[in-house]
C-alpha cells in the first residue's frame, strides 16, 4: 500500500527540512501542492506504483487552503488510502527570531504589513483545524535540525510496521516547557543531584545519577505509579486509532531526574513489547 505523508504547520516551524528529510529515507518529495491537486497526483503515485510519498502543504495556497486541504483529507479517506497527517509549529517568540535571523519574510508579510506576530497568529487561527486532526505533532521551538530529523526518521522509517509511535523525552523547565508530549510529568519534586559536587557534571544516562535519583522512597513510588499508568494508557491509546504517544518528564535543568525517568520508562516500555525513541532535548545544556 502506498505510504503518503501530509507535512503542513506554521511557516518557520521546519517544513522545508521536514522535507528534505523525508527525502533522505526514500519519500518522493512535492512541496507546497495546491490542496486541489493532492486527490489527481495521488491518483498518479498509484499509477506509477510509487510507495512512499510526502506533500508539503500550508498557507502559501491561499486563503482556500483550510476547506480544500480538509476536502482532500476527507476524499482520502473515502478512499481509503493509507496517509498521515504530520503538523510542525514553534511558538511566537522563535518563529520571529527565526525570521529575524534568516531576514526572510512571511508568506503573508504583504497582508500583513510586514507585522510578523500578525501574521503568525492569523496563520496559527487559520491552521488549527488541521492541528487537531494531525496523526503527529512536532514543536520544533527547541530542538536542533539533528534532532527534528531523528524525530522523523523514528516516526516514519518504521511507521508501515509500527501501530504506534512512543516517544520518551526529557527537558528542562528552565529552557522552557514542552507543547510536544501528550503526557507530562514534572519530576522537580524528587531529590537534585546537580548539588552533589562528584555528580554535578554527569546525566541521567550515567549510572551514579540513576542510583542517586532511585535511591530515594519518593522516587520508587513515583516510578511504580507511573509504570502501572502508562501500562494502562497505552493500549487504550492504540484502541483509539493513536499513531504518536510522547511521554515527557521536566526537571529543572533537563540533565539529570528528568532523564532518568525517561530512559527508565523507554526501558519499561520495551518490556511491554513497543518501540520507543528516547529524546533529551536539553541534556547537553549548562
Do not use: W
Not at 527525502?23 to 512512499?52: A, V
Amino acid at each position: 500500500m502506498v505510504q503518503f505523508v501530509i507535512v503542513t504547520g506554521l511557516s518557520g516551524s521546519g517544513k522545508s527540512y521536514a522535507m528534505n528529510t523525508l527525502e533522505d529515507i526514500g519519500f518522493y518529495c512535492i512541496d507546497n501542492m495546491p490542496p486541489q491537486l493532492i486527490s489527481k497526483f495521488i491518483d498518479i503515485c498509484c499509477d506509477e506504483n510509487m510507495d512512499k510519498i510526502a506533500i508539503a502543504v500550508d498557507i502559501r495556497s491561499g486563503d482556500m487552503f483550510t476547506t480544500e486541504t480538509l476536502q482532500s483529507f476527507e476524499n482520502m479517506r473515502t478512499r481509503h488510502f493509507n496517509f498521515k497527517v504530520l503538523y510542525l509549529e514553534a511558538s511566537d517568540e522563535i518563529l520571529i527570531r527565526r525570521y529575524r535571523e534568516t531576514r526572510r519574510k512571511h508568506p503573508l508579510d504583504a497582508e500583513f504589513n510586514g507585522s510578523v506576530s500578525k501574521a503568525i497568529a492569523y496563520e496559527r487561527e487559520k491552521l488549527n483545524c488541521l492541528r487537531e486532526i494531525a496523526d503527529y505533532y512536532i514543536d520544533t521551538s527547541y530542538l536542533k535540525n539533528s534532532q527534528l530529523k531523528e524525530s522523523l526518521v523514528d516516526l516514519f522509517l518504521e511507521s508501515d510496521t509500527e501501530s504506534i509511535s512512543i516517544k520518551t523525552m526529557s527537558f528542562g523547565f528552565k529552557y522552557g516547557s514542552t507543547t510536544e508530549a501528550d503526557l507530562v510529568f514534572d519530576v522537580r519534586c524528587l531529590p537534585n543531584p546537580f548539588y552533589i559536587p562528584e555528580l554535578k557534571n554527569l546525566t541521567g544516562k550515567d549510572k551514579a545519577i540513576r542510583d542517586y535519583v532511585m535511591e530515594f522512597e519518593q522516587s520508587k513510588i513515583l516510578m511504580e505509579k507511573l509504570k502501572d499508568l502508562i501500562a494502562f494508557l497505552i493500549p487504550q491509546y492504540i484502541s483509539e486509532g493513536k499513531s504518536q504517544l510522547v511521554i515527557g518528564f521536566g526537571c529543572t535543568g533537563g540533565k539529570h531526574r528528568s532523564v532518568t525517568f525517561a530512559e527508565i520508562i523507554a526501558d519499561f516500555i520495551e518490556e511491554l513489547g513497543y518501540n520507543v525513541h528516547r529524546s533529551h532535548r536539553d541534556i547537553s545544556k549548562t
